[in-house]
Protein backbone atom coordinates (compact mmCIF):
# COMPACT_ATOMS: atom_id res chain seq x y z
CA UNK A 1 0.00 0.00 0.00
CA UNK A 2 1.48 3.47 -0.80
CA UNK A 3 1.88 6.38 1.08
CA UNK A 4 -0.20 8.11 -0.58
CA UNK A 5 -3.22 6.10 0.27
CA UNK A 6 -2.04 5.25 3.73
CA UNK A 7 -2.36 9.29 4.24
CA UNK A 8 -5.96 9.12 2.63
CA UNK A 9 -6.76 5.78 4.64
CA UNK A 10 -6.07 8.43 7.77
CA UNK A 11 -8.12 11.52 6.68
CA UNK A 12 -11.02 9.53 5.38
CA UNK A 13 -10.98 5.80 6.97
CA UNK A 14 -14.08 5.07 5.04
CA UNK A 15 -13.18 6.09 1.58
CA UNK A 16 -13.39 4.09 -1.91
CA UNK A 17 -10.91 4.92 -4.39
CA UNK A 18 -8.12 4.44 -6.64
CA UNK A 19 -4.90 6.19 -7.71
CA UNK A 20 -3.72 5.46 -10.62
CA UNK A 21 -0.37 5.61 -11.12
CA UNK A 22 0.50 6.47 -7.81
CA UNK A 23 -0.40 10.05 -9.24
CA UNK A 24 -2.66 12.11 -6.83
CA UNK A 25 -4.15 14.24 -9.46
CA UNK A 26 -5.49 11.02 -10.49
CA UNK A 27 -7.78 9.86 -7.82
CA UNK A 28 -11.03 8.39 -8.87
CA UNK A 29 -13.27 8.69 -5.94
CA UNK A 30 -16.08 5.97 -5.74
CA UNK A 31 -16.76 6.20 -2.21
CA UNK A 32 -16.73 9.51 0.37
CA UNK A 33 -17.66 10.45 3.86
CA UNK A 34 -17.12 14.14 3.87
CA UNK A 35 -14.52 16.64 1.49
CA UNK A 36 -12.94 15.12 -0.68
CA UNK A 37 -8.92 15.90 1.05
CA UNK A 38 -7.13 18.52 -0.77
CA UNK A 39 -3.75 17.69 -2.31
CA UNK A 40 -1.94 19.65 0.61
CA UNK A 41 -3.82 18.04 3.24
CA UNK A 42 -3.16 14.46 1.97
CA UNK A 43 0.85 15.60 1.40
CA UNK A 44 0.85 16.57 5.13
CA UNK A 45 -0.89 13.35 6.07
CA UNK A 46 1.85 11.23 4.26
CA UNK A 47 4.50 13.30 6.78
CA UNK A 48 2.53 11.79 9.48
CA UNK A 49 2.42 8.77 7.76
CA UNK A 50 5.95 8.57 7.16
CA UNK A 51 6.89 9.63 10.37
CA UNK A 52 4.68 6.91 12.19
CA UNK A 53 6.59 4.24 10.04
CA UNK A 54 9.70 5.18 10.82
CA UNK A 55 9.15 5.58 14.57
CA UNK A 56 8.14 1.94 14.71
CA UNK A 57 11.19 0.79 12.92
CA UNK A 58 13.07 2.26 14.87
CA UNK A 59 11.12 1.28 18.00
CA UNK A 60 11.48 -2.12 16.84
CA UNK A 61 15.27 -1.73 16.82
CA UNK A 62 15.26 -0.11 20.23
CA UNK A 63 13.15 -3.17 21.66
CA UNK A 64 15.64 -6.09 19.66
CA UNK A 65 18.37 -4.76 21.31
CA UNK A 66 16.89 -4.37 24.85
CA UNK A 67 16.02 -7.87 24.34
CA UNK A 68 19.94 -8.96 23.39
CA UNK A 69 21.04 -6.67 26.44
CA UNK A 70 19.22 -8.57 28.93
CA UNK A 71 19.34 -11.58 27.32
CA UNK A 72 23.03 -11.36 27.72
CA UNK A 73 22.24 -10.34 31.49
CA UNK A 74 21.04 -13.27 32.32
CA UNK A 75 24.46 -14.80 31.30
CA UNK A 76 23.64 -16.42 27.56
CA UNK A 77 26.26 -15.80 25.20
CA UNK A 78 26.08 -14.00 22.34
CA UNK A 79 25.89 -17.38 20.05
CA UNK A 80 23.28 -18.08 22.56
CA UNK A 81 21.35 -14.83 21.84
CA UNK A 82 21.94 -15.00 18.09
CA UNK A 83 20.75 -18.75 18.60
CA UNK A 84 17.41 -17.47 20.28
CA UNK A 85 16.74 -14.24 18.14
CA UNK A 86 18.21 -14.89 14.63
Do not use: C
Given at each position: ?79 EVKAFIG
Open positions: MSNYTKAIRSLRPNSEFVITGDDLDNIEWHVINGAIPTKAEILAAVTVVEKAEKDEIDQRAADRLSAITKLAALGLTED
